[in-house]
Structures are given as C-alpha cells and as structure tokens.
C-alpha cells in the first residue's frame, strides 16, 4: 500500500512545479522504459538547473531519489526527506560511500538516482567518476540530461550501460553532450577527459542534484 505523501512535500513539490512553468523551460527526449538507472545532469551552473530537472520529471512521469547523509533524516525532518526521495547512506559504512550506494541501487525494485557527475557548480568541466561505478556496480545503465538555461532548453538522451572501460563510455557521453550543447566549453574539457588528455578528478561523494516527491507524477 502507497503511503500518502507529507502535506509539505506536496507544497514544495507544487512550487517547483510552478516554478517551472513560470520559467517556460521546454524539454526534448522521453523517460527511459528501465525500472532502474542513474540520471545525470550537466552542465550544473545554477540553482536554477533544479527548477528544471523537477519541472521535467513531472512531464516525464519519473520519480526521482537523492543520495542524502543519513543524519539528515532523523526526526522531525524523517518523513518529508522520504517523501521528497531521499535515499539516506552512512558514509562511515564499511562497504565506503560508493558501495552503500551500490547495495542500496541493487535492493531497490526501481530507482531514478539523480546525480550531478561535475561535483559543483564551479566545475572545471570535467567529471568525478562515482556516478559510473555506482551504475557498473548495480549493473544499471547512465540516462544522460543536459540544460542550457540562455535557452531554457533541456533534455534526456537514451541510457547508455556502462561496459567498465570509464574513458570509452565517458566518450560516448561526451559526444551527446556536445551534439545538443555545443557551445558549453565544459563539455570540450569532457571530451579531453575521456580521451586521457586531461586527468579524471580525485573521487568524491557525487553531488545529488534534485530533491522532489516519489509520488506517481501522472496523478495531476
């Protein structure tokens, strides 16, 4: 039995929604028919690529889960973090932060993990490498999503399994990147990344980039 949203995850999810609107994105591509993947969205230069990635979830029908530190769902906060889709993860767990995640992806009968690959918003363009072993470990493929906010454009491209070879899927990612955003020179330097010209960053937590309601988004 579906346990019935908090009264405050409602709301904020109404004002992301209309947010959204109010910003008048539009949105290319369909949710992928997969029970199980990992979303990643680049470029993250504002905190307005939330807005978007919550507006387009709601037109896609996906409900999406957050990787969150799991002090941050004790009570009061413990249902509407939940509620918005959080995924609580002990970092200090033996299994270390990524294979938490792994066990987590593994168990879960379907999962949309949203997860913004560049670290931060002040990212030099090239991406942290969690994202990836997350999907090879649970053996879930990558959805890629991409914004451009001068446009108020965005979209999802088709999943993409990871084969182990980092550097070869990372061209691949690369490649649909630059073909719906090429003018984002970040995207250049990813390019340098998969090809070795440039080195891949230290690992790192990866950054969830949204935090909305794991409600059925047809419902209205």
């Known amino acids: 039995m579906t346990r019935t949203p908090s009264l405050l995850s409602r709301i904020v999810w109404r004002l992301l929604r209309g947010l959204y609107r109010w910003k008048g994105y539009r949105l290319e591509g369909c949710a992928p028919h997969i029970p199980k993947f990992i979303l990643i969205g680049a470029p993250h230069t504002t905190n307005w690529d939330f807005v978007f990635f919550a507006g387009a979830v709601k037109e896609l029908g996906i409900s999406p889960s957050f990787i969150g530190k799991h002090t941050l769902f004790k009570w009061p906060m413990t249902r509407f973090m939940l509620d918005m ?117 230290k690992p790192l937590s990866p950054r969830p980039l949204l935090v909305i309601p794991p409600v059925r988004l047809d419902d209205g």
């Not at 993990?113 to 991406?127: C, K, Y």
């Not at 942290?128 to 451009?148: D, K």
């Not at 061209?171 to 080195?199: D, H, I, M, T, W």
Request: neutral net charge.
């Open 85 to 201: 889709g959080g995924m609580p993860i002990d970092r200090s767990s033996p299994r270390g932060y990524v294979g938490t995640v792994i066990e987590a992806v593994k168990t879960a009968d379907r999962i949309a993990l949203v997860i913004a690959p560049e670290g931060s918003r002040n990212s030099d363009g090239r991406w942290r490498s969690g994202f990836y072993h997350i999907a090879l470990g649970a053996g879930v493929p990558i959805v890629p999503a991409w914004v451009n906010q001068q446009t108020k454009r965005g979209g999802l491209g088709e999943p993409i399994w990871p084969s182990g070879d980092f550097h070869a899927d990372l061209a691949k990612l690369a490649a649909f990147y630059r073909e719906n955003y090429p003018e984002c020179a970040r995207f250049a330097v990813l390019a340098e990344q998969a090809s070795g010209e440039v080195a891949t960053p």
